[in-house]
């Protein structure tokens, strides 16, 4: 089993996750008074979260390689170009909306039901990997890196005598 760091929205993190633990942070997700997301965090930094509320959520994933990464975001096939909204965050960090209205702007064939974001996140708990039952579309470029992570600024090498040394 993959030993995933589990957080939950204004709780605190779980480190080695079990199944249960993880179920129960779904199950809370749905609550009208409960968090609006929760992130599952692998060792490598690769992670699958789900946000939103009153039905309406967004499933992402993203896979860590080194230096960069790739982010997917879960839905149905569909050429449609309509935006939607979900809604997250219980009290919003910059106090611009009421609480749990956030705006998340996506495509309206991403906004998913709980029993996907129940579906998905488990398997991912399960496997560590992506559910193949949905749509993942490569979101990476809404994720620009910062000027302080979107290069290798500089190389330096050992000094000979420390490699000598080993």
Not at 35 to 56: E, H, K
Not at 90 to 102: D, E, N, Q, T
Request: aromatic letters at 10%; glycine letters at 8%.
């Amino acid at each position: 089993m993959i030993h995933f760091t589990l957080s939950v929205e204004n709780l605190p993190c779980v480190c080695r996750a079990t199944t249960a633990d993880i179920e129960r942070a779904i199950e809370s997700l749905r609550s009208p008074t409960g968090p609006t997301y929760i992130n599952l965090t692998g060792p490598d930094g690769s992670y699958a979260q789900a946000g939103g509320t009153n039905g309406r959520y967004v499933i992402e994933s993203r896979d860590v390689y080194g230096e960069g990464f790739l982010h997917w975001r879960a839905g149905v096939p569909s050429d449609s170009q309509e935006k939607t909204s979900v809604y997250f965050y219980a009290k919003c960090s910059r106090g611009l909306h009421r609480p749990r209205s956030c705006p998340y702007k996506i495509d309206a064939a991403d906004v998913l039901g709980w029993e996907n974001v129940k579906e998905a996140l488990l398997h991912y708990a399960a496997t560590g990997e992506r559910h193949r039952g949905y749509s993942w579309r490569d979101v990476s470029s809404e994720y620009p890196c910062t000027a302080k992570h979107d290069s290798i600024k500089e190389f330096v090498p050992a000094s000979r005598q420390a490699t000598d040394a080993r």
